[in-house]
C-alpha cells in the first residue's frame, strides 16, 4: 500500500506533529526536535485526533509512535503550562470573589473545589483528549524511544502495548520537581509495573530508569542499538499488522481494563489541576524560566 498521508478533518499532519498511514500501519512522528519534542496543546490535539481515529478506521491496524531528533520527548511544554496557570489563577481569584459576594448574603458558601471553574480550564484542553484516547484504543500500539522521554513522554508509554528503547534512553518522571502530579493513570498503571517503591522514587525523586531497567522492570520489550531502533520497531508494527485483526484488538481489550483508567485520570487531573494553581507550581515556572534552583520552603 503506498504511504497515505491524513488528510481528512481533524486529522491532518501538522508541522510538529506527523501522521501518516503505510501498509496499515498509522505513524505518529513527534516532530519538533529542536524543542527536544516538547508538546503543545496543538499537538496534544494532532495526536488525539490520530489515536481516535486508529480505532474507527479499518484501514488501521496499528499504531506506531516515535519521534525525530535526539530525544523522544522533554514532555509538556512549560511556557505553555505557565500561560495555564496564570489563567487558572485568574479564575480561581474570580471564583473566590464571587463566593465572598454570596457569603456576604447568605449563611454559607461552599469553596471551590477541583470540580470548579479551574479545573474546567484544564479539562478543555487537548493533552487529556488525548490522555483519553490513549486509555481507550483498542488498537494495538508499539513505541520506539530514543534520548530521554520526560514525563507524559515517559506515562503515555504505560499506554503502547509494544515499546523498543534505544541503547541509552532514559525514562523520567520529574512531576513532583515541577511541584504537580502525575498523570495518564500512571499512579495506577506504574506501581503495578514497577511495584510501589520504585514508582514512587521515579515520581518523588525523578529517578531515571535506565533502558534496560525498564526491560527488566516490565516498561519496556527490548532494548536495541539507536542505529537498528525505528527499522526494529516497524519489523513489530508489520508483524502486529499482518496478524487478525480482530483477534488482536479482542486480545488487547482482555489483558486492559479501559474502563477503569477513565475515572483514574479524572482524578489526576483535578489534583493536577490545583497543583498548577498553587504557588509551587509558579515558582517551579518561575525557576524553570529564571535557570535557577526552586526555593519551596515558604510553602507548606
Same mark, same amino acid.
Given at each position: 500500500?503506498?504511504?497515505e498521508p491524513m488528510?481528512?478533518?481533524?486529522?491532518?499532519?501538522?508541522?510538529?506533529?506527523?501522521? +501518516?498511514?503505510?501498509?496499515?500501519?498509522?505513524? %505518529?512522528?513527534?516532530?519538533?526536535?529542536?524543542?527536544?519534542?516538547?508538546?503543545?496543546?496543538?499537538?496534544?490535539?494532532?495526536?488525539?485526533?490520530?489515536?481516535?481515529?486508529?480505532?474507527?478506521?479499518?484501514?488501521?491496524?496499528?499504531?506506531?509512535?516515535?519521534?525525530?531528533?535526539?530525544?523522544?520527548?522533554?514532555?509538556?511544554?512549560?511556557?505553555?503550562?505557565?500561560?495555564?496557570?496564570?489563567? %487558572?489563577?485568574g479564575s480561581t481569584?474570580?471564583?473566590?470573589?464571587?463566593e465572598l459576594a454570596?457569603?456576604?448574603?447568605?449563611?454559607?458558601?461552599?469553596?471551590?473545589?477541583?470540580?470548579?471553574?479551574?479545573?474546567?480550564?484544564?479539562?478543555?484542553?487537548?493533552?487529556?483528549?488525548?490522555?483519553?484516547?490513549?486509555?481507550?484504543?483498542?488498537?494495538?500500539?508499539?513505541?520506539?524511544?530514543? *534520548?530521554?522521554?520526560?514525563?507524559? *513522554?515517559?506515562?503515555?508509554?504505560?499506554?503502547?502495548?509494544?515499546?523498543?528503547?534505544?541503547?541509552?534512553?532514559?525514562? %523520567?518522571?520529574?512531576?513532583?520537581?515541577?511541584?504537580?502530579?502525575? +498523570?495518564?493513570?500512571?499512579?495506577?498503571? $506504574?506501581?503495578?509495573? %514497577?511495584?510501589?517503591?520504585?514508582?514512587?522514587?521515579?515520581?518523588? $525523586?525523578? +529517578?531515571?530508569?535506565?533502558?534496560?531497567?525498564?526491560?527488566?522492570? *516490565?516498561?519496556?520489550?527490548?532494548?536495541?542499538?539507536?542505529? =537498528?531502533?525505528?527499522?526494529?520497531?516497524?519489523?513489530?508494527? =508489520?508483524?502486529?499488522?499482518?496478524?487478525?485483526?480482530?483477534?488482536?484488538?479482542?486480545?488487547?481489550?482482555?489483558?486492559?481494563?479501559?474502563?477503569?483508567?477513565?475515572?483514574?485520570?479524572?482524578?489526576?487531573?483535578?489534583?493536577?489541576?490545583?497543583?498548577?494553581? *498553587?504557588?509551587?507550581?509558579? +515558582?517551579?515556572?518561575?525557576?524553570?524560566?529564571?535557570?535557577?534552583?526552586?526555593?519551596?520552603?515558604?510553602?507548606?
Amino acid at each position: 500500500m503506498a504511504q497515505e498521508p491524513m488528510h481528512q478533518a481533524g486529522h491532518e499532519s501538522t508541522q510538529d506533529v506527523v501522521v +501518516e498511514l503505510q501498509d496499515a500501519v498509522l505513524t %505518529i512522528t513527534l516532530n519538533r526536535p529542536a524543542k527536544k519534542n516538547a508538546l503543545t496543546d496543538a499537538m496534544y490535539g494532532t495526536l488525539a485526533d490520530a489515536i481516535g481515529r486508529a480505532d474507527s478506521d479499518a484501514a488501521v491496524r496499528v499504531v506506531l509512535l516515535r519521534a525525530e531528533g535526539d530525544l523522544f520527548s522533554a514532555g509538556n511544554d512549560l511556557a505553555d503550562f505557565s500561560r495555564l496557570a496564570e489563567q %487558572i489563577a485568574g479564575s480561581t481569584a474570580d471564583q473566590a470573589n464571587t463566593e465572598l459576594a454570596v457569603a456576604a448574603t447568605t449563611e454559607s458558601a461552599e469553596p471551590a473545589g477541583p470540580s470548579g471553574p479551574a479545573s474546567g480550564i484544564t479539562g478543555q484542553m487537548n493533552v487529556w483528549r488525548f490522555l483519553h484516547a490513549l486509555a481507550a484504543c483498542t488498537t494495538p500500539i508499539v513505541a520506539a524511544v530514543q *534520548g530521554k522521554a520526560v514525563g507524559v *513522554g515517559t506515562t503515555m508509554l504505560l499506554h503502547a502495548d509494544y515499546v523498543v528503547l534505544a541503547e541509552g534512553a532514559q525514562l %523520567i518522571t520529574p512531576f513532583v520537581d515541577l511541584a504537580l502530579v502525575p +498523570e495518564a493513570a500512571s499512579t495506577l498503571l $506504574l506501581p503495578q509495573r %514497577i511495584g510501589h517503591v520504585r514508582a514512587f522514587a521515579m515520581f518523588a $525523586l525523578a +529517578e531515571p530508569l535506565a533502558a534496560e531497567d525498564a526491560v527488566a522492570t *516490565g516498561l519496556a520489550n527490548r532494548v536495541v542499538p539507536a542505529e =537498528a531502533l525505528q527499522d526494529t520497531a516497524r519489523q513489530v508494527a =508489520a508483524a502486529l499488522a499482518a496478524k487478525p485483526a480482530g483477534s488482536l484488538t479482542a486480545t488487547k481489550r482482555l489483558m486492559r481494563d479501559a474502563e477503569a483508567l477513565g475515572p483514574v485520570i479524572d482524578r489526576e487531573v483535578a489534583v493536577f489541576t490545583e497543583r498548577l494553581a *498553587g504557588p509551587e507550581a509558579r +515558582e517551579a515556572f518561575a525557576a524553570f524560566a529564571e535557570r535557577r534552583s526552586p526555593d519551596f520552603s515558604p510553602f507548606s
